[in-house]
Each structure stands twice: as C-alpha cells, then as structure tokens.
C-alpha cells in the first residue's frame, strides 16, 4: 500500500542518512540575498543538499524533516555551521565582499546548552567576525521553550551574531508577542510574495508586513522572489532587499565566486 510504500522510504533515507556524512554525500548550495538599492549582494543563505549514490538528490523537504524526528538534525545542523564557517573564512582570505552567511537553525540545535559554545568556537576556529555568520530561526522555533531561546538568542546578539525570523507572517504567533525577540530581521515567507498577482488583497498584506518590520527597525527580507512584476511592487512598497530565483537560484560555491565577481563589474 502507499501508506507502507512511504514509510519503508522513511526508514530507509534515515538509515542511509546516518552516514551522508562520513560518505561525503552533503553539500551546500547558497542563494544570494540582494540589497536592491544598491545592487550588491548583502548575503548568501545556506541550503542543505543531500546527493544520494544510488537515490539521486533528495529534496532537504523531504530530509530534513525525517532528521528532525531524531537526534540526527544536530548532527546536521553542526555540519552545516562549521561547513559554512570554513567557506566564509576561505571567502575572507580570498578577498571576497564582506556579506555574510545565513543558516537555518532548528529548534532542537538552539535549545541545546552547547548552542553558544559551538556557535563561538566555529567562529574561532575560522577566525570569523561574529557579523559574517547570521543564524535564522522560525515562528515555531522562537515559540518553542520560550525563556531559554530568548536568552540564548539575546546572548548571541549581544555577541554579534544577528538573528532572523523566517518564514514571516505564517506562524501562529502575535506581533505583540515577537517584539520581545532580539531579531534584526524579518523575512517575508515567500508565499505571500506569489500571491501577490493572484490576490490584490496580498498587496495591502505585503505592505503593512514591510512596514511593521521597518517601524520596528528591522531589516525587512522579501523571499520567493521570481519575476519582475514582484520585485518591481516590492521596490514600489520601499522593501529593499530580496531573494530568489528573480535574482539566483541557490548556487555551488564555484558559482557563488563568479556570481560575484560578476556583479561586482557590472553591477547588475
Ligand atoms: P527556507 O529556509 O524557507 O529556504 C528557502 C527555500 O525557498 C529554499 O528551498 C529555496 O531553494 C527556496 N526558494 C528560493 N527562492 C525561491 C523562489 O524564488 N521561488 C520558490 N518557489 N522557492 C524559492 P529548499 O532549499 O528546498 O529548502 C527547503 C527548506 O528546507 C528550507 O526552507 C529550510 O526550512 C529547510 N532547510 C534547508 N537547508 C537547511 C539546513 O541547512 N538546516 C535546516 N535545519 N533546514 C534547512
Ligand atoms: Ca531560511
Ligand atoms: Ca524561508
């Protein structure tokens, strides 16, 4: 049956994702963050890829879910933290622009005691500015054994690395409860900006969430961004910096170098 189909998959990719690592079976694609006053890239969000020998690519939906249900998303996660640490510092030493990097962090990697530790000592070993390495969590994830996140995500701000709220405007969570959290950015969950040709009613929401953010004094991130006629009401709206495939899919490392190398020449 379907339903035994799907769970036998389960059990298998988490089988085999035990070892992803040790057989060198993950990588990182990173997608460019875009400040669209000044046409220059401001950041790179990192993006979990699983390349399996025989199962082909699976889509980190799919995956990362199956290692959240384990220990095993911290075995990820920190993978991801000193994978993306390395890559900035080998980006430092090459000369590249100073954007930083973002990564995705669950709740179960925040709320372990180690969190802040790891965080400094990966920027340690790398010999990184707190302000290259920015950390996003969701609605879910900041609402989720709510002291001790806000104390660690305080702490870590007060280090130098910022935090952003992914995925806005989806959550079950109020504004007036989010406005305790030290984020120094929001992103505007991308479903709302796919709407907004569909549903003028998605306009008005767009831009109030732009400029809740920006009253705030929050940067304020619109994600999803795939044609022009969004990209140009999101200019129109005073939001300023975008993602998505408008701009760059999520790219390899080699193409992020010439992304911005690129860039950097032409300006855009
Ligand atoms: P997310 O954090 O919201 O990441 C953005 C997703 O939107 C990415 O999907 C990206 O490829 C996709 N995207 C970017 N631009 C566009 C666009 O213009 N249009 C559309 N339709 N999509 C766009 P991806 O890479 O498949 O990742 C899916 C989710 O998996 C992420 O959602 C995040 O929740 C999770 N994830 C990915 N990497 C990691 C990781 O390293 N750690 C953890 N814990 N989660 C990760
Ligand atoms: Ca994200
Ligand atoms: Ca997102």
Not at 2 to 22: D, N, V
Request: with cysteine; net charge negative; proline share 3%.
């Amino acid at each position: 049956t379907g339903m035994s189909k799907s769970l036998s998959r389960k059990m298998l990719l988490e089988q085999y994702l035990h070892r992803a690592i040790e057989h060198d079976e993950l990588y990182l694609e990173y997608q460019p963050i875009i400040d669209v006053c000044s046409n220059e890239i401001i950041g790179l969000e990192a993006l979990l890829r699983w390349m399996h020998p025989v199962l082909g690519n699976i889509s980190p939906g799919e995956f990362i879910q199956i290692a959240e249900e384990s220990d095993l998303i911290l075995k990820l996660s920190n993978w991801v933290l000193f994978t993306v640490c390395r890559q900035r510092c080998y980006w430092m030493d090459q000369g590249l622009a100073p954007f930083y990097i973002s990564i995705n962090v669950p709740a179960q990697q925040i709320q372990q005691d180690t969190f802040i530790e790891t965080i400094k000592r990966a920027l340690k070993q790398y010999k990184l500015p707190a302000e290259f390495l920015k950390i996003e969590i969701t609605e879910r994830t900041a609402m989720t054994n709510v002291e001790k996140t806000l104390t660690t995500m305080r702490e870590l701000q007060e280090f130098g690395v910022d935090i952003i709220l992914d995925d806005f405007g989806i959550g079950y969570s109020s504004i007036s409860y989010l406005v305790q959290y030290p984020f120094n950015t929001i992103k505007i969950d991308k479903s709302f900006i796919q709407d907004l040709y569909h549903n003028s009613s998605q306009k008005s929401v767009c831009r109030s969430l732009v400029a809740m953010g920006k009253n705030l004094g929050m940067n304020v991130v619109a994600e999803g961004v795939e044609v022009f006629e969004q990209y140009h009401y999101l200019c129109s709206i005073g939001c300023d910096k975008m993602q998505g495939y408008y701009f760059s899919r999520p790219i390899s490392q080699e193409l992020v170098e010439s992304f911005i190398n690129h860039i950097y020449t032409v300006k855009l």
